[in-house]
């Protein structure tokens, strides 16, 4: 239903910033929710931000003031503005596409990895 390709990881040191990009392959407009996810070595799966298609966001508690989530809806693409980096904040990040029911599943990206330095 759609394909997402992320981009912009790297390697930062502790307080830099990256910016990662989502690229769908459908209007923005079409998909419930687009988020970023981050899978850290041996941790699970978590939700670090998410965007609607009406423009809400909601953010982690640990990201909340550092990370920002945007969308350029005729580039059909989600952005994660990513502040202060932590160490803490190494992990692979995903962009993950929610759609109506009909769907029957999400779509994920294959990820880009981000990495902090101390």
């Known amino acids: 239903q759609v394909q997402l390709v992320e981009s912009g990881g790297g390697l930062v040191q502790a307080g830099g910033s990256l910016r990662l990009s989502c690229a769908a392959s459908r209007s923005l407009y079409s998909i419930n929710t687009m988020g970023w996810y981050r899978q850290a070595p041996g941790k699970q799966r978590e939700l670090v931000a998410g965007i609607t298609a009406g423009g809400s966001t909601n953010y982690a508690d640990p990201v909340k003031g550092r990370f920002t989530i945007s969308r350029d809806v005729a580039k059909n693409t989600v952005y994660l503005q990513m502040n202060s980096l932590k160490p803490e904040d190494t992990a692979v990040y995903y962009c993950?596409?929610?759609?109506?029911?009909?769907?029957?599943?999400?779509?994920w990206g294959k990820g880009t990895l981000v990495t902090v330095s101390s």
């Open positions: 993950n596409a929610k759609g109506p029911i009909s769907w029957g599943m999400d779509y």
